[in-house]
C-alpha cells in the first residue's frame, strides 16, 4: 500500500507531501505511475524512505489508490519502523 500526507510544506512555489509505501518497490511503482523521478527518492534503503511530491501528484497518487493519511499517522508510521529496523539489526548481531 501507498500512502500520500496531508502535509503542505512550502517549497518554491509548490507545496510538498510525503509518498510513502510498504515496500520500496511498491514506493517506486507508484512514483513511476504518477511521473516522479526515481532520483528524487530519499532515505532510500531505511525506515525513512519517502519521496517528498507536490499537491498535484499527491492527488494523482491518490487517484491511482494511494491511501490520504495525517501527518502525524506517517510520523507514528515511521517510528515504527526505525523501531523494527533498530530490533532486527540488533538481533543480527
Not at 500512502?3 to 507531501?17: E, N, T
Request: positive net charge.
Amino acid at each position: 500500500m501507498v500512502y500520500v500526507d496531508d502535509a503542505s510544506i512550502p517549497f518554491g512555489r509548490m507545496k510538498m507531501s510525503h509518498m510513502v509505501a510498504d515496500t520500496e518497490d511498491e514506493l517506486l511503482d507508484m512514483a513511476d505511475a504518477i511521473g516522479v523521478a526515481r532520483r528524487w527518492l530519499q532515505h532510500g534503503g531505511t525506515a525513512r524512505v519517502h519521496f517528498d511530491v507536490c499537491l498535484s501528484k499527491r492527488t494523482e497518487a491518490i487517484n491511482q489508490g494511494a491511501k490520504p493519511i495525517t501527518s502525524r499517522e506517517l510520523g507514528v508510521m515511521v517510528m515504527e519502523r526505525i523501531k523494527a529496523q533498530r530490533m532486527a539489526a540488533a538481533g543480527r548481531s
